[in-house]
Structures are given as C-alpha cells and as structure tokens.
Nanobody, 131 residues
Framework: VHLVESGGGLVQRGGSVRLSCAASGGSLSMYALGWFRQAPGKEREFVAAISHGGYTTAYADSATGRFTITKDNADDTMYLQMNNLTPDDTAVYSC?????????????????????????WGQGTLVTVSS
C-alpha cells in the first residue's frame, strides 16, 4: 500500500493542525497505522498508533493529552489531530502502516507500530511551529 500524508504547514505556538493519511493502490482497513516524526538534527521518534479497527490507541509521552489519532474506515483515512503545539513539535511527520492478521490482539497491533515493525511508510509532511 502507498501512503500519502497531507495537512502539514506553518502554525503558531498554541495552535492546532490536523494531519491526514490515505492510501493509494489499496485499502487501509486491515492495517494498524501510526505516526512517526523526525525533527531537524534528531532521530525519528514514535508519536501515535491505532489498531486496524480503531479501538486501541497508543501515544508517546510528548503527545499524550495534546494529540489524538483516529481512523475512519468508511473513508479509509487516518487522522492526527494535534493541539497546543509548541516549537518542539516542529518535524516531518510520517504515516506508517502494518498489515495485521485477524487473530492478533489490538494491543499487539499498536505495539508493532511503536517498535517500528512496519510494512509501509509515507513520504512525510512538514509541520513547523513558530514561536
């Protein structure tokens, strides 16, 4: 599956952005999904994950309470709502996906995403938070 992100841009401190991730050439219905980010000069880090059914989520400590990951299987799109942004959130945000078997616990699905056990990466979208 080919992942395509959208929604990045420039936002002021304290502002909000919603990122989207859609698939071309396939459906996301059987994929656990997530977001990673990489800030300039830093290593890539996990941000958030969601199980294929959308019922289980996981967040990095830096995202907890400010970011919300959702998955809409009807329009085959995943979203990351980011609120109360700070300059430390400036990064390229990449959508990731892992094809999951039907009999895997949803907690395992999000664990796979967190551990970078992945099948697909998007190109990324830049979010810049100004101070």
């Amino acid at each position: 599956v080919h992942l395509v992100e959208s929604g990045g841009g420039l936002v002021q401190r304290g502002g909000s952005v919603r990122l989207s991730c859609a698939a071309s050439g396939g459906s996301l219905s059987m994929y656990a999904l997530g977001w990673f980010r990489q800030a300039p000069g830093k290593e890539r880090e996990f941000v958030a994950a969601i199980s294929h059914g959308g019922y289980t989520t996981a967040y990095a400590d830096s995202a907890t309470g400010r970011f919300t990951i959702t998955k809409d299987n009807a329009d085959d799109t995943m979203y990351l709502q980011m609120n109360n942004l700070t300059p430390d959130d400036t990064a390229v945000y990449s959508c990731v996906a892992k094809l999951v078997p039907l009999d895997i616990p949803s907690s395992t699905e999000v664990a796979w995403i967190k551990s970078s056990n992945l099948d697909a990466w998007g190109q990324g979208t830049l979010v810049t938070v100004s101070s």
